[in-house]
């Protein structure tokens, strides 16, 4: 059985360290996502905030949640270990993640999710919005001092959104 975690502002320093230790599993070395790519635009710890999942003592899947707009919540970075991906976990964290943005009282929780993976998010529920604009629903716009993006190097998937309402 998993053990569910928030990490906040105040959490043990551990809980962040296990939350990039998936996403660094998931991301960078399972899918070859460049780490800078993956960690250039995270927010300061004070802002985070993520659901950690563990089985054993051992960190096996995270995401982040945020609130883009009025009454509206969004799930990021949702990630599961290689070796534990199909397993089920990824269920627990979208529930996880659902109760804790439903504390806030948002009533319209949306995820940007690679194109592969809208059919997982389908089954909990979400209704994929092909004719989204993305970023709408981006809170990591550029800073004024930032220089411009470069273009992103081809990951191998399109984003696409996908939503519920509560």
């Given at each position: 059985?998993?053990?569910?975690?928030?990490?906040?502002?105040?959490?043990?320093?551990?809980?962040?360290?296990?939350?990039?230790?998936?996403r660094t599993?998931?991301?960078?070395?399972?899918?070859?996502?460049?780490?800078?790519?993956?960690?250039?635009?995270?927010?300061?710890?004070?802002?985070?905030?993520?659901?950690?999942?563990?089985?054993?003592?051992?960190?096996?899947?995270?995401?982040?949640?945020?609130?883009?707009?009025?009454?509206?919540?969004?799930?990021?970075?949702?990630?599961?270990?290689?070796?534990?991906?199909?397993?089920?976990?990824?269920?627990?964290?979208?529930?996880?993640?659902?109760?804790?943005?439903?504390?806030?009282?948002?009533?319209?929780?949306?995820?940007?999710?690679?194109?592969?993976?809208?059919?997982?998010?389908?089954?909990?529920?979400?209704?994929?919005?092909?004719?989204?604009?993305?970023?709408?629903?981006?809170?990591?716009?550029?800073?004024k001092d930032?220089?411009?993006?470069?273009?992103?190097?081809?990951?191998?998937?399109?984003?696409?959104?996908?939503?519920?309402?509560?």
């Amino acid at each position: 059985m998993a053990e569910i975690y928030r990490v906040e502002k105040g959490s043990e320093e551990w809980k962040y360290k296990a939350y990039d230790y998936v996403r660094t599993d998931a991301f960078c070395l399972g899918q070859n996502i460049p780490i800078e790519l993956e960690f250039g635009q995270d927010e300061s710890k004070d802002d985070l905030q993520a659901i950690l999942l563990t089985e054993d003592h051992k960190p096996v899947a995270g995401c982040r949640i945020a609130f883009p707009a009025e009454k509206t919540g969004k799930i990021e970075r949702v990630c599961v270990v290689r070796e534990k991906q199909k397993s089920g976990y990824g269920r627990v964290l979208i529930e996880a993640a659902e109760k804790w943005l439903k504390e806030y009282d948002v009533d319209h929780i949306v995820i940007t999710s690679q194109d592969r993976a809208a059919g997982f998010y389908e089954k909990l529920g979400y209704k994929l919005n092909p004719d989204a604009d993305l970023s709408v629903y981006d809170h990591h716009a550029p800073k004024k001092d930032e220089e411009p993006k470069k273009p992103k190097k081809n990951l191998g998937f399109t984003c696409v959104l996908v939503e519920k309402y509560v």
